[in-house]
């Protein structure tokens, strides 16, 4: 099972601030079969980005996402007030998937 | 419109069982990969089990494996998730959701699963 460790636990930053969220595989991801979801309270959580770096259909695009191998990063260019989130990153390259434990991106 | 809609969840004795299910729309379900995630209260995201198209396939997370069983049926655009011997731990909302080679891309809004006495 490949183990995902997402970094920092909590991000407190302000509107219009750069945010950056860390994810750190046990092992390589095959195929860059990495994703990530953005999860608001009380909702199911939304694909932003997947393969590490392709956004998903209808998210804008100060969302972006990088990394290769064992390390990725989602990047939020600008923090907009519906930003403000928990995100989770996921790998799916197995034949069963796993979920990083998450960064909560709070107002400062 | 996409959708995922879960039911049957609710309150269940520690050791009982249920059935949820997740009624799938808008899309050929046939031709996609199904899955399910769960979130117990204030805790993170937990693949719990995938199924292919035509149910041949079946992936569970190791933790939950003899006590969850995935399935399917294409005819009614369904997906199931089985849960035997349940304990607190258990206790979680439970969502469906499209597993395609971008990730979950669909989910449902989750149905809560509440193991007490």
């Known amino acids: 099972e490949i183990v995902l460790t997402q970094s920092p636990g909590t991000l407190s930053l302000s509107p219009g601030e750069r945010a950056t969220l860390s994810c750190r595989a046990s092992q390589s991801i095959t195929s860059n079969y990495l994703a990530w979801y953005q999860q608001k309270p009380g909702q199911a959580p939304r694909l932003l980005i997947y393969g590490a770096s392709s956004r998903a259909t209808g998210i804008p695009d100060r969302f972006s996402g990088s990394g290769s191998g064992r390390d990725f990063t989602l990047t939020i260019s600008r923090l907009e007030p519906e930003d403000f989130a928990v995100y989770y990153c996921q790998q799916y390259g197995l034949s069963t998937g796993t979920f990083g434990q998450g960064t909560k991106v709070e107002i400062k | 419109e996409v959708q995922l809609v879960e039911s049957g969840g609710g309150l269940v004795q520690p050791g009982g069982s249920l059935r949820l299910s997740c009624a799938a729309s808008g899309f050929t379900f046939s031709s996609y990969w199904m899955g399910w995630v769960r979130q117990a209260p204030g805790k993170g995201l937990e693949w719990v089990a995938n199924i292919k198209q035509d149910g041949s396939e079946k992936y569970y997370v190791d933790s939950l494996k003899g006590r969850f069983s995935i399935s399917r049926d294409n005819a009614k655009k369904s997906l199931y998730l089985r849960l035997n011997s349940l304990t607190a731990a258990d206790t979680a909302v439970y969502y469906c959701?499209?597993?395609?080679?971008?990730?979950?891309?669909?989910w449902g809004q989750g149905t809560m699963v509440i193991v007490s006495s």
């Open positions: 959701a499209r597993d395609t080679a971008q990730g979950f891309d669909i």
